[in-house]
């Protein structure tokens, strides 16, 4: 399929979004700068994932572009296509079944369970790549230890000769 | 030993010079490359040994799982198959896998080795042939039975298995003056774990070493020989490095060793490099309690059980034992979404989970997967699970959720999209017999990445020889997981050591 308007240069073919399955998980190489709309959809999916738990002192946005940049080269791409189709009105209703939900925080908790449960092989890939970068951004803060009830790492005396 | 780094080091003399004389080249200091490095250099060799991740001082290493993640696992532990479904933890740092692992320390089953000899014709692999490599590996690794009570989610699982009617085995661990911390999984930092590092490359004072290398592919002579290999700084695609070489072990781990030999297109005439790719797949099941659990602290893994385990490698089995469980990782494995995975996560405390892990390569419907790398170099995985390992997974499952209850849980929760916490057995039961088996439904992980380069007698059914040396090139050999030509149906660090070093003795070692 090919997409008419400012994005139509971007072929939402099934490849590309069977190749979306590789972003899942926490994934190293350059610096990664998300651009304003991208940004716009990062930071609702990541409020409504962390709902009451969101710290004062979170820079969403910034956690995630720190994930990002971990990510291997290709993958990161893929994800970049995705959020490109999730800003471009009828792909995103497409894959979210709203035209521009993420002011939203009622629409965006609606789509987050969609895409769990969905048995569409493209949603349930972005799901699990979204899922992964904000789990990472957030509980990879020691700020979150808190909400969770995670004490902290136990102390500990480095051994003789340990190199 | 002396240690550099291709990243912060390029300008210094040593990567100026052309030739440095080395006997060796190793590339991979894991559990194979480590050893490889350790015994070749007791023999009197002058050996190179190349790692792509960074060396990380014990000091420095961070209980952090944002930092350490990164810093020690391939792809900062967000390996995947090709189609995303599972989730591959495999260590990319000074000491490999080994730096992360969990300590776990099996000999090679029996059975498996008895499969190995009927249907590959590997005779030489033998429980007896094989005794005297465990018992030295053993020794260097100070690998010993735990003796100090386990944790509480160790306990879950001995209590279940009691109640149960099943023996709770004591597992053996390659630690000395373990601190019972629970943080090996990020880099042990106290210097307990008897990593490659700190058991054998520490006291390996003939080695040199280069960190931040990565070992991109090798050039070949007329005469079917590595003539050199190409290296590049970490993350670079610049300041590249040539080495010549005399002698080229591989020791990259399953899945990088196998992209290795195809990124440099070693002959390969009956297409066998990076197939028969194993993973022990793991499905996971969540408990709650009522009483504390503390999952992170302690020793990870000191409890298991093989009665899923059938004699016969070729029925479905499994080994059950219990992960350790950190903030970042848990919330990595749960599939749910907003409201479900906050509930789930502020339980942490109280969590206990367990672990089924699939032996694959042995039945005619588990053949493994298939590496292969992109016009980039870019290496890929491609595997998929069966209908019989879905069988697999599906008993797993319930399984896990019997002992769970057997010892008190209060709710039980299979670790999939689309399930729901069970407060009693018959629910998790029905539960469980409804639910879909496919990737990407369930969470479907591996620790244990084996095979690619298995070993044959014939060309035409492997990569390499039985004694580790390439089938088609002279001076290369392979030794680590890789290996394999099924996975080892029990966690595999030891039986990497223990084979690596019978290869290596008997095909370099004097006399
Ligand atoms: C989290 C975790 C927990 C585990 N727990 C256990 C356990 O409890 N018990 C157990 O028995 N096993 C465990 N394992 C598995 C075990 O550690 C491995 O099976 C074993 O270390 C494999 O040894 P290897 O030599 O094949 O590869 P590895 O130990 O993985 O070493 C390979 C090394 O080669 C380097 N390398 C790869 N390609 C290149 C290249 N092109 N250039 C330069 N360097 C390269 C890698 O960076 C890596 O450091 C665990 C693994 C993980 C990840
Ligand atoms: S339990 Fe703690 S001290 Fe022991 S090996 Fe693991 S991290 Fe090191």
Partial sequence: ?163 | MKIYSLLKDREQSFFQKSDHGFDFVIVGSGAGGGLSAFLLSQYGHKVLLLEHGPFVKTADLSQDEAKAYPLLYQEAAARKTSDGAITILQGRSLGGSTTVNWTSSFRTPKTTLKFWQDEFGLKDLREDSLAPYFEVCEKLLNIKPWDISPNENNEVLARGLKRAGLKAELISRNVLDCQNLGLCGLGCPTGAKQSSLQALLRKAPNVTIVTDAFAHSFSLSEKKKVKELTLYPRGKKSGQWRIPIKELIVSGGAINSAALLLRSKSPDPYKNLGKRTFLHPVVLTGAHFKESIDPYYGAPQVIYSDAFMSEDPRELGFKIEVPPIHPLLLASVLPFGSDQHRELMSLISKTNAMIALQRDGFHPESQGGEVRVDGQGRVHLDYDTSEYMQRGFRKALRVMGRLQFAAGAKEVLAIHRHAKKCQNLSDFEKEVENLSMQAHDLTVVSAHVMGGCAMSLKPEDGVVKEDGSHHHLENLSVFDGSLFPTSIGTNPMLSVYALVHKLCEEKFGKG
């Fill in chain 1, 1 to 163: 399929m090919k997409l008419n308007g400012p994005f139509n240069q971007v072929k939402l073919s099934r490849r590309s979004f069977l190749l979306l399955g590789g972003i899942s998980g926490y994934g190293a190489l350059m610096a990664y700068a998300l651009g304003p709309k991208e940004e716009v959809v990062w930071q609702a999916l990541y409020r409504s994932w962390t709902e009451g738990w969101t710290p004062k002192s979170a820079s969403p946005l910034k956690d995630i572009e720190a994930v990002l940049e971990h990510i291997r080269e290709d993958k990161r791409a893929e994800l970049s296509l995705a959020f490109k189709l999730l800003t471009f009105a009828p792909t995103c209703f497409y894959l979210t079944g709203y035209f521009f939900p993420w002011k939203d925080p009622y629409k965006v908790s609606k789509i987050i369970q969609k895409w769990q449960y969905s048995e569409r092989m493209e949603q349930k890939k972005i799901y699990a790549g979204v899922a992964a970068i904000i789990n990472s951004s957030f509980y990879g803060r020691v700020e979150s230890y808190q909400d969770i009830g995670y004490p902290g790492a136990p102390s500990f005396s480095l051994n003789e000769g340990a190199l």
